[in-house]
């Protein structure tokens, strides 16, 4: 084990023996309640019947075809199911293995299609402050969030960063949701401006902003405006569902819930739910068709894009979710999870705020509730609130303390889709103790 380098602390790691439901067991048999799916992952908790079944079954027929020479069945199968439901406009599916990939995909396809319809000029990202896009060099670069990027910074892609649609930061005293959400999207307009409307290809963003910012919506009509600036400078608005999409808040993909389509989307983790590394980007037809009657074919690919055996976890997942009434399980527990997390930190003294929606919650742990000073960053809080909350058989997700100087620590929380009431329950109830512990 110790020859196996995957992560900060990974020394002092319990091992991972057995998954049931929504609790991990380790070797000592000791038992934890997954509250944040890992890194809201474990959408369906970790032994669904479904889905190993369906692993199996395509493992006996099949496990690998290189996409250069086959398509597979559960890879087309999967391709039309994310359709049927996906944003108005989007009909082109491409399969990788992960988040970071679908990311990297993304940025590639903006910039092809920009160059097949003849606009060369424009190469420039703009993303926003809290934001978090994945690990490789590409979605690095993309994403805001400064510790993450620090050490690679000579080697990232020249990037443009905007401030989020925060409303529990950035709100006025008396500025309405609508107000200030209209004036957020503002911020994009000024850039786009700033740099020159023809230099900018696309501008990316997470619906509801998960690890650098903990379970973060827009507010008002933010991403309506967000569609309309992209709309009249030709940017291509990219969202990241990597995190909040597959159902996670409620609607299959939790941009249904603020009323835009976007021109791609990636998905990634709950795709898979932990039981194959899967992730997608999606796009529309009017993108990949410029780019099959311009140069022919999109110049990307990864050895495993298309997986079958990863193919057919997603699709399996995907039933799971969409056939089995898991959606509105999620917006009811998600309610249940608000109200359980209202009731014991509403007005808990370093408790500031409790956002999020369906099974994507997050609490912001502040110093001062008044002034929503945050904690010093040097306290190390997160690593503190993760050690508590794993004595006390508790999988949560805190982060924060040094995005971008601003935005302090949080607890990000992103149970199974089949958690029970009771098990909501106990979540608050561990995560309670664990905060005590730790502050
Ligand atoms: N995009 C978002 C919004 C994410 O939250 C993440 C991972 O946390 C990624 C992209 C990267 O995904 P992966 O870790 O699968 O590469």
Redesign the pocket.
Known sequence: MANHVFGRGSGALPTATRGEGCYIYDEAGRAYLDGSGG??VSCLGHSDETVRAAIHAQLDQIAFAHTGFFTSEPAEALADKLIAHAPDGIDRVYLLS??????EAAIKLARQYALEIGQPGRHRIIARRQ??????LG?LAAGGNAWRREKYAPLLMETYHIDPCFEYHHRHDGESLEDYGQRAAQALEDEIQRLGPETVLAFIA?PVV??TAGAVPSAGDYFKHIREICDRHGVLLIL?????GMGRTGTFFACEQDGVAPDIV?I??GLGAGYAPI?AMLSSARIFNAIAQGSGSFQHGHTYHGHPLAAAAGNAVVSRILDDGLLPQVRDRGDALEAALRQRFGQHPHVGDIRGRGLFRGIELVEDRDTKQSFDPSRKLNAKVKKAAMDEGLICYPAGGTVDGRVGDHVLLAPPFIISEDQIGELVDKLSNALDRAL
């Not at 934001?131 to 490789?136: A, D, I, R, V």
């Not at 990241?240 to 909040?244: H, I, N, S």
């Open positions: 890194a809201a992960g988040g970071s990939e679908a990311v934001s978090y896009h994945g690990n490789t979605a997470e998960g690890a990241d569902e990597v995190m909040c990636t990634a983790k992730g």
